[in-house]
């Protein structure tokens, strides 16, 4: 059975950091990029970031770079969101996902809520 769990989300003040973690089962973890995305109330749901299956090429949304870090550690099956100065834009459900494009396959975690807010 395929999961994939976040954990870490949770309430910070402006500034502050927060660290998200996504424990992937039930699949070949290393075959798959990793991605993070995000939804705000009342909007679409965006990609954060995204790492290949070798951690060689990362990839970041133009408001979370430079303060966001996504890794991942395919020993452990896990993979991290580092998220620094944080804004109260931040404020969403953030999503693990994992995706293989051939063949297609694509797999969601439940969601972690972020709040900052002051």
């Known amino acids: 059975q395929v999961q994939l769990v976040e954990s870490g989300g949770g309430l910070v003040q402006p500034g502050g950091s927060l660290r998200l973690s996504c424990a992937a089962s039930g699949f070949t973890f290393s075959n798959y990029v990793m991605r993070w995305y995000r939804q705000a109330p009342g909007k679409e749901r965006e990609l954060v970031a995204s790492i290949t299956t070798t951690s060689l090429i990362t990839h970041y949304a133009n408001s979370v770079k430079g303060r966001f870090t996504i890794s991942r550690d395919n020993d452990k099956n896990t993979v991290v969101l580092q998220m620094n100065s944080l804004k109260p834009e931040d404020t969403a459900v953030y999503y693990c996902?994992?995706?293989?494009?051939?063949?297609?396959?694509?797999?969601w975690g439940q969601g972690t809520q972020v709040t900052v807010s002051s």
């Open positions: 996902n994992a995706w293989r494009p051939s063949p297609s396959l694509d797999y």
